[in-house]
């Protein structure tokens, strides 16, 4: 009996015996396909003494019958497979058939999807070879997983575990991991009460999640209208405390302006006696100093020409020892040179007599090389030949084996391809009766989503009407607010030119820029305007810009900051108010003087003084 007639028969057996049993009620037959997997930690493990192995997986197909027992089921079949020595790290042309009887215990887990158990297997391994034949026991214990969809006649299962071989050559117990599939499986119709009540959860859901829609937008509308009201009302109040804190400032800025102008005219007299005084004691100093000077000038003339006879002196003798000192040197070096000649000479003539023994070795070496690296050509192309003969006996023995295999693959895919032609056929009669189902609930839900929408359009237009009509008062009356604020600004404004029409010639007007740059701070724009507005009123009027800066940087780039400010305003006012630039002089003073209104903040430095003139 050669190989294929025994993996027949093995094939035949396990089939039949799987089959009979399940004549029985409560009982469920199904096959297995799978790949085992066995690891051996040696590179050569023998179990039998023909026949090592470095690998051990076979691909295993089996019958199996099930019953329940308890709250679980009980599994028991056979089980075979086929593995090439020759593929695994043996010797060649050697075939291991596994052959074993197993049961295992399954605990449904998660509604019968997943089950889990212990198995056992017990049977032996035969190993065939091109003249002999060997057998061994083989027992294993392992922990099954299985995942099978109720609805779907296949299942994927997974073990772990080991496998003990108790009488092999060399006994040993190897970890082992297996992996396949089940069929067919039992299946069951999906309930017409969880279709109803996965459809009534769908619809209670879609409806509450329509009702916390509806809540939310009503809360949001009357958090909005309260926002609203609430901003509406702190804006009013906003803008009387900004009136009433304007009319405080105004009122403040003229009595501080009056109040300045008497203290810059006492510090004006205060400055011009002090200036006085101070050009009095430097005249009075410079005399001093100017006769000091003549005097010092005396006395230093004559005691550089003291020291200056004594350097010619001491520059003489350092001359006369310095050449003394060069021809010893220059004696002491010609008898240096001579010597490190001749020892350079003796060093030569040491170095080329060790370069030729050298080159010598060299070539020796290289000759034996050279010979070695022949020889090893030769052993290693006799090798190659070797191996490329064995290689071609091996491949033709492998294309013997595929065209084997693969007639006999070809002819389980077409029994497999007209099997699932009949299944697909009814899958798609009964696919067809479930979409017809739902197309007519999908048409009454349309129907009712539909009349939702349209109750809630005219919903949403009411609301909508209603707050146009409410945001058009809101604008009304924002309107005439705005102008019961611009009247009231227009009024303080005429009031306040009223009160500029009494500035008198020589204040001082001090508007400030942001740090080294010539950028105006906007609280001081409108200081600008009311300025430019009096050189516009009143044509003998003329404009003084004097430009400061802060000690920062350099001196230079202090000058250039106050230019560029000076620039500024008077570009201001010639572009804006249309100022003859006759009439406007600048000085720029960087951080060398100090402006009139300086005080210890920094940002009274970063000014530009308009003064009328």
């Known amino acids: 009996m050669n190989r294929f007639r025994f993996l ?19 009982m469920d037959f199904f096959l297995s396909v799978g790949l085992a997997k066995n690891f051996i930690s040696a590179d050569q493990h023998f179990l039998v003494p023909q026949h090592w192995l470095g690998d051990l997986s076979f691909l295993k197909f089996g019958g199996n019958v099930g019953f329940s027992l308890g709250p679980g089921r009980i599994y028991a079949g056979v089980e075979s497979g086929y593995s090439s020595g020759s593929s695994f790290g043996g010797q060649g042309g050697v075939d291991l058939i596994p052959i074993a009887l ?42 099954e997983g299985e995942f099978q969809y109720p609805y779907f006649p296949m299942s994927l299962y997974a073990s772990a575990g080991i496998d003990i071989f108790p009488n092999a050559y060399e006994s040993g117990m ?18 017409e009460e969880r279709i109803r009540a996965r459809e009534d959860r769908e619809r209670e859901r879609l409806e509450r999640l329509e009702r916390e829609r509806l809540e939310r937008e009503r809360l949001e509308r009357e958090r909005l209208e309260r926002e609203r009201l609430e901003r509406e009302r702190l804006e009013r109040e906003r803008l009387e405390r900004e009136r009433l804190e304007r009319e405080r400032l105004e009122r403040e800025r003229l009595e501080n302006e009056r109040l300045e102008r008497e203290r810059l005219e006492r510090e004006r007299l205060e400055r011009e006696r002090l200036e006085r005084e101070r050009l009095e004691r430097e005249r009075l100093e410079r005399e001093r100093l100017e006769r000091e000077r003549l005097e010092r000038l005396e006395r230093e003339r004559l005691e550089r020409e003291r020291l200056e006879r004594e350097r010619l002196e001491r520059e003489r003798l350092e001359r006369e020892r310095l050449e003394r000192e060069r021809l010893e040197r220059e004696r002491l070096e010609r008898e240096r040179l001579e010597r490190e000649r001749l020892e350079n000479l003796e060093r030569e003539r040491l170095e080329r007599e060790r370069l030729e023994r050298e080159r010598l070795e060299r070539e020796r070496l290289e000759r034996e090389r050279l010979e070695r690296e022949r020889l090893e050509r030769e052993r290693l192309e006799n090798e190659r030949l070797e191996r490329e003969r064995l290689e071609r006996e091996r491949l033709e023995r492998e294309r013997l084996e595929r065209e084997r295999l693969e007639r006999e693959r070809l002819e389980r895919e077409r029994l497999e391809r ?22 007519l609930e999908r048409e009454r839900l349309e129907r009712e989503r539909l009349e939702r929408e349209r109750l809630e359009r005219e919903r949403l237009e009411r609301e909508r ?90 001196i230079e780039s202090r000058y250039i900051v106050s230019e560029a400010r000076t620039a500024f305003a008077r570009d201001y006012f010639i572009r804006n108010y249309g100022i003859s630039p006759d009439r406007i002089t600048s000085e720029h003073y960087g951080s060398d003087r100090l402006p009139v209104h300086a005080t210890d903040d920094i940002v009274s430095l970063r000014c530009v003084e308009l003064i009328f003139q």
């Open 102 to 143: 197993s049961t295992a215990w399954y605990y449904p887990l998660v509604d019968n999807t997943f089950n889990i158990g212990p198995s056992l297997k017990f049977g032996a391994l035969a190993f065939r070879g091109p003249d002999w034949s060997e057998m061994t026991l083989m027992a294993g214990a392992r922990l």
């Open 418 to 439: 007209e099997r699932l032609e009949r299944e697909r056929l009814e899958n798609e009669r009964l696919e067809r009766e479930r979409l017809e189902r739902e197309r």
């Open 465 to 554: 009407l209603e707050r146009e009509r409410l945001e058009r008062e809101r604008l009304e009356n924002e309107r005439l607010e705005r102008e019961r604020l611009e009247r009231a600004a227009q009024e303080a404004r005429e009031e306040h030119l009223a009160t500029i029409n009494v500035i008198v010639r020589g204040f001082i007007n001090p508007i400030y820029f942001e740090p080294e740059s010539a950028v105006l701070l906007e609280e001081y724009r409108s200081r600008l305007e009311e300025t430019g507005r009096r050189l516009v009123e009143d044509p003998t009027l003329r404009m003084l810009l004097r430009g400061y800066t802060a000690p920062i940087g350099s």
């Open 174 to 191: 190897f970890p082992v991991v297996e992996i396949g599939i089940r069929i067919p499986r039992p299946t069951r119709p999906e309930p």
């Open 8 to 26: 027949a028969l093995v094939f035949l057996v396990m089939l039949t015996i799987p089959g009979y049993t399940q004549s029985g009620g409560g």
